[in-house]
């Protein structure tokens, strides 16, 4: 695999310090550039001032039918969703050749915001807009990690959207190798529990779509995989779903822990269970073990470190 650094995302420039608001002032989010950035690459994007608009410049937002937006100067009322639009066209080619691996969007922006953007109809403003930027994103990348940022203070929402962005470049490395099928029948196996834990079902439809790939070109099948193992992961794994994946990873143990150490497994992945203890606790007991027994199998499991763990992102409870 290539080396982590080389994970390209994009993000919302005021949020990354650049002064380009409407204010002229900026959203710096230290958690995005000092934590995140050392681990990824950032490609920077303002769309007001990318679509032409100078900084300072007069507040805007979207009018109209929430479903095609207008959006317009607050006082002035300039109506400037063509000129915004044709930025977003043009972006969009652009960043189709960047092998983004995901997007970090400002709330509440009538261009940036991903999700509840007011859009103002008869004096009344309803949450329930996207900003043109981040929906022609939306269309144009479904597969694509996005998210905003203040939602990442939601611990579940922001291990769910880390955890996408390193899938989605382990699928793009995978890709990169022009791989077989028995390159994709290992790719599925070694994010087994992974899947286990967001969807069990989608594995399962992953594993009958691999086991018919034979039967299905390459391109479809690498298709087929894709949309299916992001919509997988999309989906939060829960502690009940950890749960069994924890005691599944137990199973291959059975004949060599002792009693006492069958015992403390499961008093440790209970405590998760219950909620007294994260989910690195129990992995690392698990970890112990799978060096100690050497089980082959399950050190090839992307389950047990989907990102770096200096990322700490299954340290909540």
């Given at each position: 695999m290539r080396d982590a650094t080389s994970i390209t995302i994009g993000v919302s420039a005021c949020l990354l310090g650049e002064h380009v608001r409407y204010d002229g002032g900026h959203k710096h989010d230290h958690y995005i550039s000092d934590t995140l950035g050392a681990y990824f690459n950032f490609v920077a994007v303002c769309p007001e001032v990318g679509c032409g608009l100078s900084t300072p410049r007069e507040a805007m937002r979207l009018e109209g039918d929430p479903?095609?937006?207008r959006l317009m100067t607050r006082q002035t009322r300039v109506d400037l969703t063509e000129q915004m639009l044709a930025f977003c066209a043009k972006k969009v080619r652009e960043l189709a050749k960047m092998d983004l691996c995901g997007f970090i969007f400002k709330k509440d922006s009538p261009s940036s915001g991903l999700f509840r953007v007011k859009v103002y109809n008869n004096g009344q403003a309803l949450k329930v807009g996207s900003g043109l930027f981040a929906a022609a994103m939306v269309r144009n990348f479904p597969l694509l990690p996005m998210e905003e940022e203040g939602r990442l203070n939601d611990p579940d929402i922001r291990e769910n959207f880390i955890e996408r962005i390193f899938s989605y470049y382990r699928w793009k490395t995978f890709l990169a190798a022009a791989p077989g099928i028995g390159r994709l029948v290992e790719f599925?196996?070694?994010?087994?529990?992974?899947?286990?834990a967001h969807s069990p079902q989608i594995y399962r439809e992953l594993g009958t779509l691999v086991g018919h790939g034979s039967e299905i070109k390459a391109e479809e099948l690498q298709q087929r995989y894709e949309k299916l193992f992001m919509k997988g992961l999309a989906l939060h794994s829960t502690v009940k779903k950890n749960t069994n994946v924890l005691q599944h990873i137990m199973g291959y143990f059975k004949q060599q822990l002792s009693h006492g150490e069958k015992a403390e497994l499961l008093e440790v992945i209970g405590q998760y269970h219950d909620h007294l203890v994260p989910l690195v606790v129990p992995?690392?007991?698990?970890?112990?073990?799978i060096s100690k027994y050497d089980q082959q199998y399950l050190k090839g499991q992307v389950y047990l470190a989907p990102h770096p763990a200096q990322l700490m992102l299954r340290n909540h409870v």
């Open positions: 479903s095609a937006p599925h196996t070694s994010h087994k529990l992974l899947l286990m992995l690392t007991l698990l970890r112990h073990y």
